[in-house]
C-alpha cells in the first residue's frame, strides 16, 4: 500500500525536516558540538552506559559529560553536546509533525530488497533476517506514525546501499540484538544495542546502552530525503519578435529542431512562416 504522493511529487521527510530546522548541509568533524550530524553517539541527560563495546565518532551528551558508565569501552570522551542535541530535537519533532507520503511495510522483512524511498511501519516494528538496500539511497524508515510504535531488532541483518544513506525515525524506543545494522537511528525514547555493530548514528530522546557492541559513525551530513526531484521547466513563449527564450517548447510538429515551432529564428519579425 502506497500513500497518495503530496503534490505529485516524491518529497522525504528528512529532507522537509532538514529544511524546518536549520539542518546543516554537512557534517561536521568529531566536536562538533553544534552539529547533531558529527556525532555517533547522542544521548539526553540520563547518559550512556558501555559495556565491553567500542565507539568511532564523537560521543554527545545533552547536559553533561560525566553522565557516563564506562566499562571495557573504547571511544571518545563524552562532550557536553547541547546545542547538537538541541538540533536533533529539532529535526526528530520537525519529522513528528510532518510525516510524509510513504509505502507501508509490515512483517519481519526477511528476505526484502527495498530500493531508495520513504517506508513506514504504522505501528511497531520486530524485524528479523536479512533486508537487503539496492541503489545508493536515500531511505527513510518511518516506525509508529500511527502514534505509537518501537522498533526491536533480532538476527537482523542489513546489507548494500550506503550506511550513511539509511536514516531510521522511531516513535518510541529502540533495541537492536545480535544485529548487524546500517543507518542513522533518530529515536524517541531509549536506544539499546547488545551484541551489535551499527554503521551510522544512534540518537536518542533517551539513554543509550551499548553492551558487546560495535558502532562506526558517520562523517557526513544525515541523508537528504528527496529523491527524483525535476528540474523546474521554464514555459516558452516563442511568437514573433519575442527573441530568444532560451528554452524548448517540445518540437511538437517533429519536423524543426528550433526552439520556434515552425523553424524561423525567434525574434525575426520578418518571419512570416516556411515558403
Known sequence: MTRKLFNGRF????????????????????GATGSPAGFAVLADSTGLTCTNSTVTGAVGIATSSTAVTNTGCTMQAAQVAGGAYA??????????????????LSGTLAGRSLSAGTYCFPAAAALTGTLTLTGSGPWLFEIGTSGTGALAATNFTVVGGNPCNATWWVRQAVAL??????????AGADITLTGTSLTGRVLAKGAVTLTDSHIVGCTTAIAAGHHGKQKKTKHCNQGVGNGPEGCDPGNSNHKNTSNDELGGTPGDPGRQGPK
Not at 522525504?12 to 568533524?29: K, S
Not at 538540533?87 to 507501508?104: D, E, K, Q, R, S
Request: net charge neutral.
Open 11 to 30: 518529497l522525504g521527510l528528512v529532507f522537509l525536516a532538514m529544511v524546518a530546522g536549520g539542518w546543516p548541509v554537512a557534517a561536521q568533524a568529531g
Open 87 to 104: 538540533g536533533f530535537l529539532n529535526l526528530y519533532n520537525g519529522i513528528a509533525g510532518h510525516l510524509m507520503p510513504c509505502t507501508v
Open 177 to 186: 540484538t545480535t544485529s548487524a545494522f546500517q543507518g542513522t537511528i533518530l
